[in-house]
C-alpha cells in the first residue's frame, strides 16, 4: 500500500489523485472520475471534492492502494 503524507486535516479526492501521479492536472480530476472506479473506505466514490483525511485508504480500479496519513 502506496501513502500520502498531507501536512493540512484534509485532502479533496481531486487533489489526491493528482498528488498521487494518477492525473497530470487538477482539472482532469472530474473525467478521471467519471471514466475510471475509485473506491474511498471501501465504497466507491465519483465526487471531486470529497475530502480525505488520515487513515482513509483510497483504491484504484486496477486494485493499487493508498493510505493518507498526517506528516
Same mark, same amino acid.
Given at each position: 500500500?502506496?501513502?500520502? /503524507?498531507?501536512? @493540512?486535516?484534509?485532502?479533496?479526492?481531486?487533489?489526491?489523485?493528482?498528488? /498521487?501521479?494518477?492525473? +497530470? @492536472?487538477?482539472?482532469? $480530476?472530474?473525467?478521471? %472520475? /467519471?471514466?475510471?472506479? =475509485?473506491? =474511498?473506505?471501501? #465504497? #466507491?466514490?465519483?465526487?471531486?471534492?470529497?475530502? %480525505?483525511?488520515?487513515? +482513509?485508504? =483510497? @483504491? %484504484? $480500479?486496477d486494485g493499487t492502494?493508498?493510505?493518507? =496519513? $498526517? #506528516?
Amino acid at each position: 500500500m502506496h501513502q500520502i /503524507a498531507i501536512s @493540512t486535516e484534509y485532502i479533496t479526492l481531486g487533489q489526491f489523485l493528482k498528488e /498521487a501521479g494518477i492525473i +497530470d @492536472t487538477g482539472g482532469m $480530476a472530474k473525467w478521471y %472520475l /467519471a471514466e475510471h472506479v =475509485v473506491w =474511498v473506505n471501501g #465504497e #466507491e466514490e465519483n465526487r471531486r471534492g470529497k475530502k %480525505l483525511s488520515p487513515g +482513509d485508504t =483510497v @483504491t %484504484l $480500479a486496477d486494485g493499487t492502494e493508498f493510505e493518507i =496519513v $498526517a #506528516e
